[in-house]
């Protein structure tokens, strides 16, 4: 689950890390006000969308008055902003966040996120702050530094020295530092995030450290232990199927395929991925039914994976260990018949009843092809969507 900046930056507060003085707005009006509430004579007005790179996008906005910056509110409130980040429907701005503008020396980059390969904590650091942190990965990697920190040890000071020199720090700038990593550290560790980012992290021309973007991203799987961190998020600017299949309690995630596939089990899901991808075809989805999939489960999760407009053909693959297949069988003739799709639909079923469920699906009238082996379903599927898309 993803944060707002203006979450994020009350969550920096909380744990000791400067940030600007900010007000959020939700109308022209309240914006003004903000700017006169904020003092000072030049502010900067951001859309709060749950992506990167607001700023070239003009989801960042510099103004000198507070009526130029109610002029920015008209224009970005009720819109939807697309950045490179944000997918081409881009993300609906309903709040903007108001902060003073902050005279800047210069632009510096942190983040902290899991090395799952070293099973560690991850910090990245690099003195080309502001800019797009992928391109500077890309061309000039040098430009970026990696630290590691074992969870055992947690964060020492030698670790703050290391990175106060690389981001060219010194004197009063480096105790500062280490207040904000240690900060910074345990905000990761204690709301039990996936990553944490402050890009630009700046030098004022005062010469103080304040973070001036805030991105916070959670573990879902931890979510469970921080109702408080739950109650922050924000369903507007989710997947609207992802949110759907949350509430269902689908494992669900959104793919640019055109394949969509409904598998018992996430291993098994990976590999029907992998085998759909083999046969030339492309996923639609990820989407894992659980071990204890029902009928009226898959008829749910049927329903989910039609209500996507890329969808030209539906893969079924389900190993009935615990379930029965003439259960799923079933339940896959209700959710057909349910939503009238023309989207061909093939159905692999094996283990128990299979045999009962691959009849009752014969059987049954609808338009529904079935398959034995994972191969032959994965090599229909590909081929039907491929036929599909042609006639589409
Ligand atoms: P992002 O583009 O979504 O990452 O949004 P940011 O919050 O990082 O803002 C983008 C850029 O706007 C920053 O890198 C800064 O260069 C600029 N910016 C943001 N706030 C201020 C400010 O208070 N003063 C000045 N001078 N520039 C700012
Ligand atoms: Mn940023």
């Not at 920096?12 to 006000?33: G, M, R």
């Not at 959670?218 to 924000?234: C, G, K, Q, W």
């Not at 023309?342 to 079935?370: D, F, K």
Request: with cysteine; glycine share 10%; proline share 4%.
């Amino acid at each position: 689950m993803n944060l707002h900046e203006y979450q994020s930056k009350r969550l920096f507060q909380e744990y000791d890390i400067p940030v600007p003085a900010s007000v959020t707005a939700a109308t022209p009006e309240a914006v003004a006000a903000a700017c006169s509430w904020l003092g000072g004579t030049r502010w900067v007005v951001k859309a709060q969308v749950h992506a990167g790179g607001r700023g070239k996008a003009g989801g960042v906005v510099l103004v000198d008055s507070p009526a130029a910056a109610a002029t920015q509110a008209r224009h970005l409130l009720g819109s939807r902003l697309v950045t490179h980040q944000s997918g081409p429907a881009g993300l609906p701005v309903a709040i903007l966040l108001i902060e003073e503008q902050t005279a800047i020396e210069r632009e510096l980059y942190l983040s902290v996120l899991v090395d799952r390969g070293a099973r560690q904590v991850l910090f990245m650091a690099s003195a080309a702050g502001g800019m797009d942190i992928e391109a500077v990965v890309a061309t000039t990697p040098e430009w970026i530094i990696l630290l590691r920190i074992h969870p055992a040890s947690g964060l020492q000071p030698f670790h703050v020295r290391r990175l106060s020199y690389v981001l060219g720090l010194s004197g009063e700038q480096i105790e500062a530092l280490g207040r904000l990593l240690g900060g910074l550290y345990r905000l990761f560790m204690e709301s039990d995030a996936t990553q944490v980012e402050i890009n630009p992290l700046v030098v004022t021309r005062a010469g103080a450290l304040l973070a001036l973007d805030a991105k916070v991203n959670l573990d879902d799987n931890a979510l469970y232990r921080h109702p408080d961190l739950e109650a922050l998020r924000d369903s507007t600017q989710e997947d609207p199927r992802e949110a759907a299949a949350r509430t269902h309690e689908l494992s669900y995630i959104s793919l640019d395929g055109n394949i969509g596939c409904m598998v018992n089990g996430a291993g098994l899901a990976m590999a029907t991925m992998d085998l759909v991808q083999l046969h030339g075809g492309r996923p639609a989805n990820f989407l894992d039914v659980g071990g204890g999939a029902t009928a009226a489960r898959v008829a749910e999760a049927f329903t989910l994976i039609l209500s996507d407009p890329k969808v030209r053909a539906v893969l079924v693959n389900i190993f009935g260990g615990i379930v029965r297949c003439d259960l799923i069988a079933d339940g896959i003739m209700q959710a057909v018949r349910k939503v009238h799709t023309h989207t061909p639909v093939i159905v692999r079923l094996e283990g128990t009843n299979a045999t009962l469920g691959l009849a009752m699906l014969a059987a049954s009238g609808l338009a529904i092809q079935t398959a034995r082996s994972l191969d032959e379903a994965a090599d229909k599927a590909a081929a039907a969507a491929a036929h599909f898309e042609g006639r589409a």
